[in-house]
């Protein structure tokens, strides 16, 4: 499977859509935008702050073996 985005900004975009659409093997998800706050995206990926990844970094650094 392979996922192209296209912006439906232009008219060239939407009839590329409508031809994409007529394809027998081809499937049209639409993705309607919703507003999310940057907590809820930072949720979905699992990010995390910029101090707890420094402290996870640090950490990893201290563990590291000494070959000098």
């Known amino acids: 499977m392979t996922t ?5 900004s232009n008219p060239q975009a939407k009839k ?3 031809f994409a659409r007529t394809l027998p ?3 049209i998800v639409e993705e309607k935008r919703k507003k999310k706050s940057f907590r809820q995206v930072c949720d979905e990926c699992r990010s995390v702050t910029a101090d ?5 970094l640090n950490a ?3 563990q590291w073996p000494d070959h000098a």
């Not at 192209?4 to 439906?8: C, G, L, V, W, Y």
């Not at 707890?52 to 996870?56: I, K, L, R, S, V």
């Open 4 to 8: 192209i985005i296209i912006e439906e």
């Open 16 to 18: 590329f859509i409508e």
């Open 25 to 27: 093997f081809a499937t």
């Open 52 to 56: 707890t990844f420094f402290d996870e």
């Open 60 to 62: 990893r650094i201290e």
